[in-house]
């Protein structure tokens, strides 16, 4: 382990779950602070890792860095196992007190959530304190408007959330729907930059200390897909259809089109980068059938199932 991390628990998890950091309360705290909680489907594992990681430990504050729901899907089931009050980016708050599944992007990306409430925001610019440390929050925007990080000054501890990936970043959702985004992601990178980061948390992967490699790697990969917007299209969507299928684990290859067909994220994405002449049905088959290619995804007759 890093030795910045010395207090730190940070759960590493599958793709279809974000990484969630226990940060362990200090002396004089009133407990443990827990950053994103991964999704739904895999929320009663959740709670028991937390319950691990705690050791006893009361669980003091979640906070999320954004409420895509591979990062806020554990929220209402940590809420009703530890009682902790929810802190979330201000640009979402209102969504979440009516629970607007559009707003949130649940809907809009066709994916499963559990309604939650929050009881306070935690704004850019903002911060808190939690296991001796002071947490910046800082805005990330791009891969969601509204995505902060956190950072640790004093140890260059960098949650990036999924700002920026040891190999990559978020799709830019965004920009798929015909709203700039690109350059927010290149800001984000520039900030980063800046920062005295010894090591980053990302939100999906393991924590890294090569920030300037990862930067040069994602960097290239937004100036690709700067150049060739339709390979961003091309690559959300697939990352739509594979998401989907991780979580069904097996469904039915008529069902996941008819999934595809109705879902807007890629309604948008087909009417702005489709083609002519080429139907949403068609456009997703083509990339189902990619993925099982890239051995991503597999095929059992009929049905297609998570690799």
């Not at 649940?106 to 911060?127: D, I, K, N, W």
């Not at 456009?283 to 007759?301: P, T």
């Amino acid at each position: 382990m890093h030795a910045a991390l010395q207090g730190l628990t940070v759960l590493e998890r599958g793709w279809l779950s974000s990484n969630n950091v226990l940060i362990r309360g200090a002396t004089g705290e009133s407990g443990a602070v827990l950053v994103d909680t991964g999704h739904v489907l895999h929320a009663e594992q959740t709670v028991a890792l937390v319950r691990h990681a705690l050791n006893g430990e009361h669980l003091h504050r979640i906070v999320n860095t954004h409420l895509h729901s591979d990062h806020c899907g554990g929220n209402a089931a940590l809420q009703r196992a530890f009682g902790a009050p929810i802190v979330v980016p201000p640009g979402n708050a209102d969504a979440v007190a009516v629970w607007d599944t559009t707003r949130l992007t649940h809907a809009s990306t066709g994916q499963y959530s559990e309604r939650f409430t929050h009881a306070a925001v935690l704004a850019p610019g903002e911060s808190f304190i939690a296991g001796g440390r002071r947490w910046d929050a800082l805005a990330a925007p791009g891969h969601d408007p509204f995505s902060l990080m956190l950072f640790d000054a004093a140890r260059g501890v960098l949650i990036s959330a999924d700002a920026l990936w040891e190999n990559g970043f978020g799709v830019v959702f965004p920009e798929i729907d015909g709203e700039p985004g690109f350059a927010d992601v290149g800001a984000v990178f520039d900030v980063i930059e800046q920062l005295p980061v010894r090591v980053v948390i990302p939100g999906h992967g393991a924590p890294f200390t090569d920030v300037a490699g990862a930067l040069a790697r994602a960097r290239a990969r937004l100036a690709s897909f700067r150049q060739h917007p339709e390979r961003h299209a091309r690559h959300g969507a697939k990352v739509m259809i594979k998401y989907h299928v991780m979580e069904e684990r097996r469904i039915a290859r008529d069902a996941l089109l008819q999934w595809a067909d109705a879902t807007p994220f890629l309604q948008s994405a087909w009417r702005r980068f489709g083609g002519a002449g080429v139907t949403l049905t068609a456009w997703c088959a083509g990339f189902v059938d990619e993925l099982i290619a890239q051995g991503a995804l597999a095929r059992d007759g009929a049905f297609v199932l998570d690799c």
